[in-house]
């Protein structure tokens, strides 16, 4: 490894679809799983599982100070409360709505998803009856939003949104963006091979970003993102779209910021 600040711990919070497999790809390349890097997710805990690890809220602080990277889908704002002598360096990846849409369906439908109620005769339009809107702002809401009675609000709009198809709300959408603008980096799939190499060497390692679980090569690419498919996902999730473009516009600068910062060499 090379230098780092090792005061810091950083943790992804993994939104589906998003890349989340690429980057614990490498980060099983560069950490220990299970000891300096932590998933929380259902590999992990089977990796937890098969070599007699507690779970990390119930292990030591002795062993929890082992721990350099924390991600998976299960991350919530209260993880880092797990840590509270470190410093926290929260991390998420966004993705354009319509192709986070698309390559969901293309892999729901597929033999590599483990568990699915779609299979490869299924059309589009069928698959796309049954999803939310605003996936990735709702997934975020339930987990970056302080507040015990914020989330319990925002899980209310969803429940109440799900079945007419709405979106995240106004309300949802501000609260993600409040928490997000707390992070310590905001990136998107789209860039992620130019700019997780940069937040990897702030953790220490150094390493690139190979596809996992991607269209085209862990299954196949059934449909299509055409102009005119893009242009309506984009309406029908335009929380998410304007999500996604805010932080998209936010990478360059932000990455600049960090690579300035006296502790990345520290």
Known sequence: MIDSHQNEIFILFHVPKTGGISINHLL?????????????????EEDDARHGRLPIEKRSREERSKVRVISGHEVFMRTEQLFPDRIPRRITFLRKPASRIVSAFNYETSDAAPFTRWDATTPFETWYRYQERD??????????????????????????GYPVKRGAGSWVF???????????????????SNDMPKIARRMGIEGGVDKRNATGRNFSRRLELTPELESRLTEDNRFDTQLYQHWQGQIAARLAEIEAEPSATA
């Open 28 to 44: 099983n390349e560069k950490f220990t799983r299970g000891v300096d890097f932590i998933d929380l997710g259902q590999p992990g």
């Open 135 to 160: 996936v990735m702002t709702k997934f975020l809401a339930k987990r970056v939003i302080g507040s015990r009675l914020g989330v319990a609000l925002a899980q209310s709009k969803r429940f109440i």
């Open 174 to 192: 501000e609260q993600v963006q409040q928490a997000l603008s707390d992070f310590w980096f905001v990136g998107c799939t789209e860039s992620l």
